[in-house]
T-cell receptor, first 113, second 117 residues
Framework: DGGITQSPKYLFRKEGQNVTLSCEQN?????MYWYRQDPGQGLRLIYY???????QKGDIAEGYSVSREKKESFPLTVTSAQKNPTAFYLC????????????FGSGTRLTVV | AQSVTQPDIHITVSEGASLELRCNYS??????LFWYVQSPGQGLQLLLK??????LVQGIKGFEAEFKRSQSSFNLRKPSVHWSDAAEYFC???????????????FGQGTILTVHP
């Protein structure tokens, strides 16, 4: 079945370390997105990509980086510059057009220890 | 920028009771509007969406929502809640509600639904 796979589901990081969250989709979707979720704040957009080798900053990109070398993959790196990285991270994808029908992954919970 | 507000952070209902979750949006013209549901530790699932036309929209799992321009609202309803409906619900609108926004969505703060037996 087609879908989005995020891994790992739980991730622990020491302060000062970079960590990469994986997001892979086999839906043949063009666009992919990374959102951060904190309790009571909804979802906030970190980065998005409309096509391969192109991506744009969202509302809270500081301390994060991404790449889009393949259509299927959109990894997110949380760098040591991110001041408060403990959160739930959600990856989503959709076909370009007007439908806005996102497909979400099941998320990665990152905890800084 | 367009925005949505969910006034209720937490709602508790009894199983079998009716449910209404509120969502207010800010946009001058008719926006696209969405409701998503999230079970604990999971991703979001689309319940329903409104683009234009009939203001009463039917979704999955027995949910419906009504677009009311006069009240700038898009409230989610269900006539009889089941225990499995306990989850967090998000209202969303495209960042540029009527034009190109590259699919970016702005989400409300979410409403947590608790269902008592």
């Amino acid at each position: 079945d087609g879908g989005i796979t995020q891994s790992p589901k739980y991730l622990f990081r020491k302060e000062g370390q970079n960590v990469t969250l994986s997001c892979e989709q086999n839906l043949n979707h063009d666009a992919m997105y990374w959102y951060r979720q904190d309790p009571g704040q909804g979802l906030r957009l970190i980065y998005y990509s409309q096509i391969v080798n192109d991506f744009q900053k969202g509302d809270i990109a500081e301390g994060y980086s991404v790449s889009r070398e393949k259509k299927e993959s959109f990894p997110l790196t949380v760098t040591s510059a991110q001041k408060n990285p403990t959160a739930f991270y959600l990856c989503a994808s959709r076909n370009r057009g007007r439908s806005y029908g996102y497909t979400f992954g099941s998320g990665t919970r990152l905890t800084v220890v | 920028a367009q925005s949505v507000t969910q006034p209720d952070i937490h709602i508790t209902v009894s199983e079998g009771a009716s449910l209404e979750l509120r969502c207010n949006y800010s946009y001058g013209a008719t926006p696209y509007l969405f409701w998503y549901v999230q079970s604990p530790g999971q991703g979001l699932q689309l319940l329903l969406k409104y683009f234009s036309g009939d203001t009463l929209v039917q979704g999955i799992k027995g949910f419906e929502a009504e677009f009311k321009r006069s009240q700038s609202s898009f409230n989610l309803r269900k006539p009889s809640v089941h225990w499995s409906d306990a989850a967090e619900y998000f209202c969303a609108v495209p960042v540029n509600a009527g034009g190109t926004s590259y699919g970016k969505l702005t989400f409300g703060q979410g409403t947590i639904l608790t269902v008592h037996p």
